[in-house]
């Protein structure tokens, strides 16, 4: 879901690789790209007027947390179903948690003992030491390094080539806290400064 660079690059990381399931196509409220044409992607039609199959998966490549966050709220309350993607030329270590609707690119390394929140974006080329925890929707742009024992809260975004030896912080007091809400049970009370038209 979403049309921007970075979701055709995402699609030409997908089927570059041999998966287990089949991209059928794409949602965009902008209209169709003749860029996905060529991956033999069909234009679904606008987000808001998709209702999902049951055996629809989605994968979000929105970059913007603001409307991330709207568009699983959104998807949510249809009944959709999200997966998570781990690029085979990355490594997860021992005993990592992932939540739902993740991605993980190339060439990244995970180490052990690390969360990484559900509907987080990790680009590529990114190294997290071990006991390393991601909040919920999470933006870690290409060659990241974050060190040990770093906690990260809901919704924060790193930048390109950033290094980060120590730190804890939080989004929003009003952002939702990662072991209190399921990322599956969002409502609009929770984030009522986003509102789909």
């Known amino acids: 879901m979403g049309a921007s660079k970075f979701g055709l690059d995402m699609v030409k990381t997908l089927v570059e690789q041999q998966l287990d399931f089949e991209l059928i196509g794409y949602l965009e409220d902008d209209g169709p790209y003749?860029?996905?044409e060529k991956?033999?992607?069909v234009y679904l039609g606008k987000v808001r007027n998709w209702t999902p199959g049951m055996e629809d998966h989605f994968l979000l490549a929105?970059?913007?947390i603001a409307l991330r966050v709207r568009l699983v709220e959104h998807l949510s309350g249809l009944g959709a179903k999200f997966f998570s993607y781990i690029h085979p030329t990355s490594i997860v270590g021992d005993y990592v948690t992932l939540g739902e609707g993740i991605y993980i690119g190339p060439f990244c390394y995970l180490g052990d003992y690390c969360h990484i929140?559900?509907?987080s974006i990790l680009k590529s080329r990114i190294l997290i030491r071990k006991f390393v925890s991601l909040g919920l929707f999470s933006l870690l742009d290409n060659q990241v390094v974050i060190g040990e024992g770093v906690t990260l809260g809901d919704?924060?975004?790193l930048g390109k080539g950033t290094w980060l030896k120590s730190a804890n912080t939080s989004f929003d007091e009003n952002f939702p806290n990662a072991s209190r809400y399921s990322t599956t049970n969002f409502s609009k009370e929770l984030f009522n400064?986003?509102?789909l038209n």
């Open 117 to 119: 929140g559900s509907f």
């Open 34 to 36: 003749l860029d996905y």
């Open 193 to 195: 400064w986003f509102r």
């Open 39 to 41: 991956h033999k992607l």
């Open 62 to 64: 929105i970059e913007i």
């Open 155 to 157: 919704g924060n975004i």
